[in-house]
């Protein structure tokens, strides 16, 4: 499969307070996930989690173009489009330790945390399960003229999912405002994506009727500027889109998955983690643009260690739902 | 279709259908319908003609042969302010919305702790003997009764049909909706009034003494006949319709089992793992120290439907069989 | 939807018994789908069936294409593709009629005819529904070096199943021997293809690393050159592809479907029919290259009429299954 | 894999698996192997670990993430020629299989009149209490069990998953076979010489004379937990394992409860118009006159399966729920 395109351009400097919001963001989903890998090894957490680290500029790029009324789909690997989107630690957390006072009572636990207050529809345990969901909040969002643009976030994984193809193909003849967003981060499980991937990603959507862009998953402010064209291109009526971010995750599929030589080298992932990080890279460009000093990031970086370490003891804390709950909610 | 107010109106399924579709869309304009060929053509069966005409191509929407796709699409517009009602043509492709339905439109409330919802309808067709062949004469409604957070409806009138659809698309669930493919064109009273039908009330069709026949859907008609020739034979049957089987109206068929002591379960599902097990189950439970014989279960033949029609036709259950049945059950044979 | 390329090329002259040949399957399968339109409207056919009438040169150029031991898949609209992969016409109407002496022993009928015989895995009333088993055979083939090619007809209506872009993904992969013919008759049922069909068919082959060409379908030496190219390519181990066919059907969806002007017009049907029948034309081109005269077609029409007719009429007299053969066959 | 020849031998349910596997190909060329990460990776579970290496990437392929299209291949190279073992990963992603496995694989072999047939296995898991939540916690295995033309295998042990995987390669029908996720690490007795266990024979795997507890899968272990508890009651139970419950050794489970006179299914799927309704059923008309009580269902309770660890322990049958049903059906509560 012939490597996919990027916008090489380098974006044109965003709003100063933007920058260090995006920085922030990007920080905060780093160390949640550091945490979450912490309760894993503590044997705190009850069953596994896929972490977003590495791949933290796509979500908040992507999410910093979005407004809160905006939909998203999120999926497996979900947690840092959650938090992109406005959801807050101590409640993720709860949901991860399946406390009750998580944002689905811990009946759905890390693959499955939806928040109606951020427009968070749901992540989504099926590879590519929720790529119709979107598809349909961007229909609501036309027939209803709520001027909302909904945002499908999927793995590359998702590709080989025949209703993938299915949605975009009615997304285009409806010209609903949703914008498909494929995580290439190179691995589905523990195969890379060319043994998985036949012809080419971009084409894909071009050949349904979507608009198409690459881009670099690793630059936050070109998936922000990417973003802002799709997401406002599909809130003008002028129909869907598919956006491939080209990122990488750092840890394993899965917080058991350590072991990873099999399937990839530590050096592929040396270089990913020192030439491409979207923290360090981001961090290193606000500093250059005098929009911030190392002592303002360090400060940042501060406050969201105390603010991470506070949500995870109030979720340590939290108590379990009582088991009557069990057969609640199974009908509205 | 013809509108007059007269309380003895007769209309065919098809119309009732329609109708209560129609009632719905002008009550509320967040009612939608999607599915192939339900605009201009109204369906292959002609159930939704008119509908177009009346609320436009913006409210009944034509998709690409796309099942899963548009299945998956209306649980998303369910979950955000539009309550679709999605058209499966044939039951048979239920084979391909099984993980919208179940893995998604199912799970949602649960899922999300009770804070989304998905107040959509899928309305699809079941039943054989249409010379269609094995994958168009499925009734495969087992599958989703068997899966918590759906509800699964089964009118065998155009009554009920009507009555119960009104009430599917005001539920903030997502319901199974199986019409009977060979009862389109039959004819009933449908009241012009409003009406709603409640789910989890079984119609007891027709009183009796000796023996409880429980029918679905397509079979309804078959016990009703079949007690006609019953009562020749001098057997009392009581003829029982759930019309929804979840929620499951229980306590009507277990009573009128323990008032008979005998129970035949006929569906036209198949007959192995399916509704017949699962209601047959619930009577010998239930009416346990009544019964005097053995519950007997009748459903299609463990077979592919065949094509040709002396084969089809002894697949599914008659009038004939089931009377066979009951008289061998009440030692009248 | 931009209108799909074809290649507007005249093929070269076909050897002079090939032409024959060819015109002859065209005329046999139009003659036998009349039959099917008279067993209906006389009620002699239990069901409803779908006719190939119009697409003649589809089946007949593809197929004479493939060696008898190649597989094909076929769909609800299949007699065609039966008749010529080089199925029998008498156990054919038997199957169409129920019979014990059909091709299915009377258990499939129009929808399900299938001949291990000729290569013929089945025709499918699931749009789409081969798809996947025309894939596994091309696996087959490869893995056991057979040298075998496997034909998956598909009407354009499955371009909205997603498992066609599945198993298009999987078949690059594996450089599998399989060639995706799309037979767009422009029509799915009673929708123009146009309403459910975004982007462009052949970009949709090209996106998944297939081989792609469109086709005059009306023109079998068009049909027969493409997918000798593209059956040979496959042959040669160099991978799947994707052969659109343009092409209509002059009748309705299914022998039912008798009013058809809320979504066709008489005109559109006229102007196919008389401008560009298959047969029609590739009598007219007999007969300038001076390889037949009209004389010699006619007395193929005959042979063909009375070959129609008397199978037939070996259906017609043919006898049920009887009632035991019901749960035979339900197991190996 | 460990292959040393003793017959005392040990291995897990998972190198059972693997080597029942391992055997087939060698022994037969036609027999491959796809699925997701099935290569290298060996699954998720490591079921497969190894295969590659000595068959090579020509017979054990991965796939991409198309469960639909995998399994559609996999009916294709059954009916030409191979005999594929087509992996999904979770049971709950039959949802995306079941238009390939119901509307084809299942009726090819009748649909052509008995001339094309499907010699495939579909290996998949069931079994909730991993911590997997609603969509990775199914036991879907009343859906095949319901559709004519399929078997489907449940083995409860490494040595009956080793000789029922045997069976099923070498069946011409399409086979489902069930694995508990959670036994895959488990350990039990599997000779090094070839044995094979034919389909429709259920085993005894405790005799008793109180009651009788037909499981299957993951739920075998629970009723013998529970058996033992029964024996400290001073109830003696029998304990049946159907092992495949298409074909189903009704023989074998209804003279047991005529001998017994009280029955409880235990099944890891949902209670509700599944496997417990059928096999109750099954006894319930079979042993009829035998039955002191009511057959008791216990499947797994109907609702999506919990994350939370406290809810999701109390949606499955354990040995103590299982206890102190049978104490009550006894009247010993
Ligand atoms: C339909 C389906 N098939 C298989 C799986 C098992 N599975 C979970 S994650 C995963 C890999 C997904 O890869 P990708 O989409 O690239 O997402 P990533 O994990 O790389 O973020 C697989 C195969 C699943 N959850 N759903
Ligand atoms: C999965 C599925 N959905 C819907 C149908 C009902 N149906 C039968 S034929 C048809 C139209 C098919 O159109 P196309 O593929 O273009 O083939 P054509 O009839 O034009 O030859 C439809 C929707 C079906 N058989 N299978
Ligand atoms: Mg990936
Ligand atoms: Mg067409």
Request: aromatic share 8%; with cysteine; proline share 5%.
């Amino acid at each position: 499969m012939k490597a996919v395109e990027v916008s090489a351009k380098r974006e044109a400097a965003v709003p100063a307070e933007l920058a260090i919001r995006m920085y922030r963001q990007m920080v905060r989903i780093r160390l949640f996930e550091e945490q979450v890998n912490e309760l894993y090894t503590r044997a705190l957490m009850p069953g596994l989690a896929h972490l977003y680290i590495g791949e933290e500029a796509v979500a908040v790029g992507i999410c910093e173009a979005l407004k809160n009324t905006d939909y998203i789909t999120s999926t497996h690997r979900g947690h840092g489009h959650c938090l992109a989107k406005g959801a807050m630690p101590d409640r993720m957390f709860a949901e991860l330790l399946g406390k009750e006072a998580g944002y689905c009572r811990g009946k759905g636990g890390s693959m499955h945390i939806a928040d109606p207050a951020t427009g968070n529809l749901g992540a989504n345990a099926i590879v590519g399960g929720s790529t119709g969901i979107a598809t349909g909040a961007a229909l609501t969002a036309k027939r209803l003229k709520t001027d909302q643009v909904s945002v499908c976030f999927f793995g590359e994984g998702a590709l080989g999912q025949g209703v993938l193809y299915e949605v975009m193909n009615l997304a285009a003849l409806f010209k609903l405002p949703v914008v498909y967003v494929c995580e290439n981060n190179l691995y589905t499980e523990y195969t890379h994506f060319t043994e998985t991937t036949a012809g080419d990603i971009l084409t894909r959507g071009t050949a349904f009727g979507l608009q198409v862009e690459g881009v670099d998953g690793q630059d936050v402010r070109a998936v922000h500027a990417a973003a802002q064209r799709l997401v406002n291109r599909a809130r003008r009526g002028e129909g869907p889109a598919l956006l491939l971010c080209n990122t990488y995750r750092y840890t394993g599929h899965h917080v058991g998955d350590i072991n990873r030589e099999y399937y990839r080298s530590k050096q592929e992932e040396q270089e990913w983690k020192t030439k491409r990080d979207p923290i360090k890279n981001m961090g290193e460009w606000l500093i250059l643009q005098k929009i911030a000093d190392p002592a303002a990031l360090q400060k940042i970086e501060g406050e969201v260690r105390d603010e991470m370490k506070a949500a995870v003891e109030f979720a340590i804390a939290a108590p379990y739902p009582s088991p009557e709950e069990v057969d609640q909610d199974v009908y509205a | 279709m013809p509108e007059t107010a007269t309380s003895q109106r007769e209309l065919t399924f098809a119309q009732a259908i329609r109708e209560g579709l129609a009632e719905e869309m002008r009550r509320d304009p967040r009612v939608c319908i999607f599915g192939e060929d339900v605009a201009e053509a109204g369906t292959p069966f002609k159930v939704l003609s008119g509908l177009v005409e009346e609320f436009g191509a913006e409210r009944v929407l034509d998709t690409p042969i796309s099942e899963q796709g548009f299945t998956g699409m209306g649980v998303g517009a369910a979950m955000t302010g539009l309550r679709p009602v999605v058209d499966i043509m044939f039951g048979d492709f239920l084979t391909l919305t099984m993980d919208q339905l179940v893995n998604q439109a199912a799970k949602v409330h649960y899922m999300s702790g009770g804070t989304w919802k998905v107040p959509m309808v899928l309305r699809t067709t079941l039943g054989a003997t249409r010379r269609s062949a094995a994958q168009h004469s499925q009734s495969l409604h087992a599958w989703v009764c068997h899966v918590p957070g759906l509800k699964v409806v089964m009118p065998s009138t155009p009554y009920d049909a009507k009555g119960l659809l009104k009430t599917a698309i005001r539920d903030d669930n997502p319901v199974i909706f199986f019409e009977d493919k060979m009862m389109y064109r039959q004819k009933g009273v449908v009241p012009a009034e409003e009406y709603m039908i409640p789910f989890g009330v079984a119609e007891v069709k027709r009183e009796g003494e000796d023996i409880t026949l429980v029918a679905t859907s397509s079979m309804v008609e078959v016990a009703l006949g079949a007690a006609k020739l019953l009562a020749g034979a001098g057997i009392s049957a009581e003829v029982i319709d759930p019309r929804t089987l979840w929620p499951l109206d229980e306590k009507t068929i277990v009573n009128s089992a323990k008032k008979t002591s005998r129970a035949i379960v006929i569906d036209e599902g198949y007959g192995r793992f399916g509704v017949t097990g699962e209601i047959a189950s619930v009577i010998a439970e239930g009416a346990f120290f009544n019964m005097e014989a053995p519950v007997k279960r009748m459903g299609a033949m463990h077979v592919p439907i065949p094509f040709s029609p002396p084969l089809e036709d002894i697949t599914v259950p008659t009038e004939q069989t089931v009377f066979d049945a009951a008289r061998k059950l009440c030692g009248k044979a």
